[in-house]
């Protein structure tokens, strides 16, 4: 049995490939969530890219944790929800069982292994780009494709078997996507897509400030980073500051859409919690441990909680006013 935790546009998404390689699939979702599910007769995939949607009947959907027959677990859910739903979990999981945590950030994988000694965890980074429609009903705008930490050929097999492009991944690639994932609330805060995000001068520049900052910490800390759309950070940093256009060529080979956008887009219109403290934020942390600061992603960090509680949208330059009064221009 594969159980998801979380029913929101990846679990979804995850629910209805395994389905269509006829794996068994059950839903975890909180009890304040399962009446929207009550009467649901099917779940649905729309791909955009290509392919017939996917169709198969609606998975069992329960509010209480069990893991007797449960073969694997996939973690979808906000980290903010996190810690209420370890604490659901036994303090040593069942022999066999496999952990998959689907929660952006590179911290998420160690932070599941002290949880769990002995358990076989292997982070997931989703690599589509998916769009909830209604329960059980979700839209994905990419190839799906993920990457694992530290997989070995079996779970490779295994994800391909169910439709998936699946690749190994390490450390600096983790790190890597979290750098490139720091526009996300650039385009929170502005409702900009990933092509006009790179297209924008402002926008641009406001993600320059952004990722520049974020380097040099990880450099100070010692941490190495892979960007998923370059090898060579000086090359992107000439793009962003040079070449909107050139720039999106470049990022789009990673398989961003034109039309996307991150999902921290849709959590800021719709109220939700939003990953903010695992992207920005971690760089926030680690500028303080390496005693430098990092105020530019403070300062979205800030700006982005704001936004959960009154979401009033920025307009580009008003976005990189706000960044570049931070740094004290």
Known sequence: MNLIIGAGAVGTVLAGYFG??????????????????????HLQVTRIHGGAPLHMPCPKVTTTLSLQGVKRVFVCVKYPDLAALLAQFPAELPNGTELFPCIS??????????????????????????????????????QPRVELLGSDSST???????????DSTDEANLWGRLVANLGHPISALTDAGFKQRLLD????????????????????AGIDYQLPYSGNWRVFEQLLKNSGTA??????RSGLSADGKPSMVADID????????????????????????????????TLIHAAEQDPVKLTPPQLREQLEAALGR
């Open 270 to 301: 719709l109220g939700r919690p939003t990953e903010i403290e695992q992207i920005n934020g971690e760089i926030v942390r680690i500028a303080a441990q390496v005693r430098m600061s990092a105020p530019i992603n403070q300062q979205l960090v």
């Open 201 to 220: 001068k402002d926008l641009r520049h406001c993600l320059l400030l952004s990722m520049r900052e974020a380097i040099a910490v990880l450099e100070r």
């Open 105 to 142: 950030g590179p911290a998420i994988g160690r932070q599941f292994r002290e949880r769990f000694p002995g358990t076989a965890v292997t982070p997931m980074v989703i690599q589509f780009n998916a769009l909830l429609r209604g329960p059980m009903d979700a839209q994905i705008t990419l």
């Open 156 to 166: 490779l097999q295994w994800f391909s078997d169910c439709g998936f492009d699946a």
């Open 20 to 41: 269509k390689a006829r794996q068994p699939v059950q839903f975890l979702v909180r009890p304040e969530e399962l009446q929207q599910f009550n009467g649901l007769e």
């Open 247 to 252: 720039a999106w060529l470049l990022a789009k």
